[in-house]
Structure formats: C-alpha cells, structure tokens
C-alpha cells in the first residue's frame, strides 16, 4: 500500500509539473528549461584559470556527447544549416533539425568536444549557453543560424573569444539569426566575454547584438536573462556590437535617447528581467561567491559582474551549481527553513519535501518563469526555481589556462543529468575519445542501460522522491569521490606535460583520454550501484 501511495503521488507531481514540457512552437521567452552560466575572470580564480560554465536545462536536447576531431574541406564544400523544432513521436520528447539552408565551409576546422550546445576546442575556446527569449518581433524565420550551429562554427573556426564573437556577428550578418535570445559565455585562456544575440525582425536577415566582457578579477553570470546594460563602444577592450544596436531599438520606439542611456537588455529583451527565476539565481551566484556585498534578493537589477569575496575554485562552482536554495528564505527542501531574530519559525513559501527544486503552481507565487505566447500576445507567469535542476541533461565547466600548452590547458568538467544528485569528470580539450555510454544515446528512444545519461538520470529521479534522507547517502559517495579527482589534476597536468612534445603530442593524449575513460567508465558504475543501493535501504519506507 505504502509503494502504491508513493506511485501516485509521484503521478500527483508530474501533472503538478506539466508546466515544464510547454510547447516552444506557441509559447517564447523565459522557458522552464532555461539554462545557467557562471564566468570567471583569471584573476578571479585560484589558479589563473579562465572559466566559463552551462548546465543544459532541457530534456529535449541532445543526451550523448562525442569529440569531433579537426578536418579538412574541399574547395566550395558547405554546411547545412537546420530550424530546430520539438517532435514528440518517439519515446520521448526530442528535436527534429530541419534543414533551411547552406553556408560555405571554411578550408580547416579544430576539433571539438560536441556536446548538444558544443563547449569547447583544441585551442581552448570555450562556450557556455543560457536562453533569455526577447522580444519575439525580433525572431525571423527568414535567418538560417541557430544557437547550437554558431557554437559549433566558434570552436571550429576560432582561437580566441574575440575572434569568436566577430565571426559571429559576420555571419549572422550576412546568413540571418533565427533563433530566440541567447546569451552566450565564451571564453579563451585570457579573458571571458558575455555575448547575446537577437533577430533583426520578422522578414528579415541579420541580427542585433552586444558583447561585453567580464574583468579579469570579476566573475559574472547569466540565468534566462539578457544582464547587458549601457554599453560603451569607445571602449573596445570591453564592448562590441552590431552596428543597427542602436538604431533599430530607437527605430522601434524601445529606446528614446532623450530619456537616458541606452541600456541593451531593456531595450531588446524586457520581459527576461521580469522574471524572478532568473533574477533570484543571478542573485543566489553572487550571494554565495561575494557575500560581502549583501544583495537584496528582491532587486530587478543586480552588477553585471562582481569582485568575489575571494578567489573561485573549481570545487566553488560546482558547489553553486549544485545549489537549491538551501538555508535561504527561498529552500525548497523542507518546510521549516530558519528562524528570525525572537525564535519564531519561518517557512518557506516554496518549500517541496519530494522534489526540492520546483515550485508548486498551486501555492500561487508570481512573477517567476514567464512565457509570451506567440500567438495571442498573452504572458504566463509559472514561478520560481533554483540552479540545481531535475531536468537538466548535462552540465560543464570549463577551465582555460595560458601557462600550459592548449592539450593540456583546456579542460571540460563534465556531469551528466541533475548536478545536486551527479558528478563532474575532467575531459581534456585534446581527448580523442570518450567513455562509450557517453557518446550512446540515452534519449529520445527511451530507457537504456547502455547510456551514461540514464545512469545518472535514474539515480537522480529515485533520489528526488525522499530527497532530504537519500541526498545523504548521495553526498557521502560524490562529495569524497569529487574532490579526489579535483585533487588529481596537479599530478595529472605535470604527467602530461612530461609527456609532451609539440611536434607529437600524441603521447599526452593518449594519457589525458585514459584519464577522463578511468573516471568516466568509474562514476557510471558508481550510479548504477548507488540507485540499486538506495531501492534496497528504502524499500520499506516508500
């Protein structure tokens, strides 16, 4: 009786729930799966690293993951471009890619770690993402670029961020942008810039956008809303644009110049600063990473990017991704959540006991995710929600270093599904292979133990349904195991550098791709043990 109870409830909360499977062919802007990105300057780290990072807020997207070697092109070859849209006629909620046109091909790419938004090249460039929608006037179906083809044409054509973002403006220039609002976080080993992007307009071919760069001893952050202000184009070091930035938003009536400065965000994408889910995990990176400043938790407008209270670690990001709120008026892990100034309880408006990371629609708290509908107008508001994310498909973070040669300097920390109930594994920039179950699809033809995706993606879902007992039992295996393979990669660097050699670095790839096939092949395993554990010590209680 007591299973069957649990089985309803579980059924109770995925109806409870449905909000997250909106269908984007009606509805645009701030979308459930929306994604998160934390930049990182190189004074701003412990070690000099340059960092960028993404969690891929969507079940719909890509589950495997593969490295796309560097390649050569004949004379005249092109690439197609595809119109993503949702298809739901297989097993599970997918995309299908449309073909809508063709580029040319350049005459040599890098290689490149592809992941559904690909993250990063042999030259340590690197890419997180996080949609932000803007104004849906702007969208036309008229460009052929999308987000996760211009990712993909920034690590094979570019070396460095700057590069990257011309390129980008180049092409979507000339090709059109049809995709929603994107922010875009690209780093290289020096400095790392916040790049957002939007249509130029129903019917038309082109795109609006600004890049500005985060200081080197800042860090910076991007969470489902364009964050780009005022923007001073005298000062190239730290802000480019497309040259109709100005022109159309005052074209358009979105900015007067007599009314004050031209702020991007506001101008092109209103809507993403309404949203209190965006907001509040802008609000929760930089409480966690620069306490010091005591933000308000409640303000629209938060820095740009900020001085860290002290310098980021790789452990540090991963622990801000893993966040959901707790200890905060806004923990959704438990009903009790603190107690004010005279002992008297406080409880969370938004508090969940089965899964800590969304907001229930009943209880009626405003002013969260939104989305227009493209059709009549009309704005939905659907609450709030946290880093940490049930339906995240995967998660980087990214480290670009200058003091070492690129095989070595780039590095992609990997974790599959939800990061509060997974583990990040280190893929080197110049691996020429990964763990089999991560290149097997694990999505959209349903559930496969062949998939490193399920593997975490099991565990995770079973550890939700008592998340205050089995997140213990979680962290006493990943907390330990991810710190020992962070601890590893001094020894891994100094290894690999013993065995490199500019003219031949095949030796230090070798070495570095066994490294990450050691850990990955390890911590799949692990998942599957840990979710047979969990079913057996809980079997009784559910």
Same mark, same amino acid.
């Given at each position: ?234 000062? &190239? /070091?730290?802000?480019? +644009? ?5 022109? %159309?938003?005052? *074209?358009?009536?979105?900015?007067? $110049?007599? @009314? ?47 001085? &860290? /209270?002290?310098?980021? +670690? ?5 622990? %801000?991704?893993? *966040?959901?709120?707790?200890?905060? $008026?806004? @923990? ?211």
């Amino acid at each position: 009786m007591n299973k069957l109870l649990a089985l309803f409830v579980l059924g109770l909360f995925a109806s409870l729930f449905g909000y997250a499977q909106i269908d984007k062919s009606d509805w645009q802007g701030g979308f459930p799966e929306g994604c998160t990105s934390i930049t990182v300057g190189k004074i701003a780290s412990t070690d000099g690293s340059v960092m960028t990072s993404h969690t891929d807020d969507s079940h719909r997207t890509r589950s495997w993951i593969d490295v796309q070697p560097p390649k050569s092109h004949k004379k005249g070859s092109t690439v197609t471009m595809y119109k993503r849209v949702a298809f739901d006629s297989l097993a599970m909620p997918t995309y299908a890619h449309n073909p809508v046109g063709e580029i040319p091909q350049v005459k040599s790419t890098y290689g490149f770690i592809n992941t559904a938004y690909p993250c990063m090249n042999e030259k340590q460039v690197a890419i997180g993402e996080s949609t932000f929608g803007g104004r849906e006037s702007l969208q036309s179906d008229e460009g052929i670029i999308d987000c996760q083809r211009l990712c993909q044409f920034m690590l094979e054509r570019c070396s460095t961020a700057r590069q990257a973002i011309r390129m980008a403006g180049d092409l979507t220039k000339e090709y059109g942008w049809n995709d929603a609002g994107e922010c875009l976080t690209i780093a290289d080993k020096n400095e790392v810039w916040h790049f957002e992007i939007v249509g130029s307009g129903k019917g038309k071919v082109g795109s609006i956008w600004a890049a500005q760069r985060v200081p080197d001893d800042h860090i910076g952050v991007n969470a489902n809303a364009s964050t780009i202000k005022e923007i001073d184009l005298d000062n &190239p /070091d730290y802000f480019m +644009a497309s040259e109709n930035i100005f022109q %159309v938003a005052q *074209d358009s009536s979105w900015w007067n $110049p007599e @009314d004050g400065a031209f702020k991007f965000c506001y101008a092109y994408a209103p809507h993403s600063r309404e949203s209190v889910a965006a907001r509040r995990r802008e609000w929760r990176v930089f409480d966690l990473l620069a306490p010091s400043l005591k933000l308000d938790p409640k303000d629209k407008d938060y820095p740009f990017s900020v001085k &860290p /209270d002290k310098q980021i +670690a790789v452990s540090d990001m991963v622990n %801000v991704f893993k *966040d959901y709120f707790e200890g905060t $008026p806004y @923990d959704m892990t438990r009903l009790i959540t603190s107690t004010d100034k005279e002992g008297k309880t406080i409880v969370s408006p938004l508090a969940n006991p089965f899964m800590p990371y969304d907001h229930l629609e009943i209880q009626n708290v405003q002013g969260g995710w939104y989305s227009v509908n493209n059709k009549t107008g009309s704005i939905r508001f659907l609450g709030e929600r946290t880093i940490a994310r049930w339906y995240t498909m995967y998660a980087t973070i990214i480290q670009c270093r200058e003091w070492l040669p690129d095989e070595i300097g780039g590095i992609v920390w990997l974790a599959m599904d939800n990061v509060a109930s997974s583990i990040y594994i280190p893929v080197y920039c110049s691996v020429t292979d990964i763990p089999e179950p991560y290149k097997t699809p694990g999505r959209p033809n349903g559930f496969t133990r062949e998939s490193a995706w399920w593997a975490f993606n099991h565990l995770g879902t079973l550890a939700a349904q008592r998340w205050g007992d089995m997140r213990h039992d979680l962290d006493a295996v990943w907390i330990p195991w991810q710190k020992e393979v962070i601890g590893l990669q001094p020894e891994v660097d100094k290894k690999a550098q013993e065995l490199y050699d500019p003219e031949d670095p095949s030796k230090t790839k070798e070495y570095l791709t066994g490294h990450t096939k050691l850990w990955g092949e390890k911590v799949i395993n692990k998942a599957w043990d840990l979710s047979d554990y969990l079913w057996t010590k809980y079997d009784e209680k559910f």
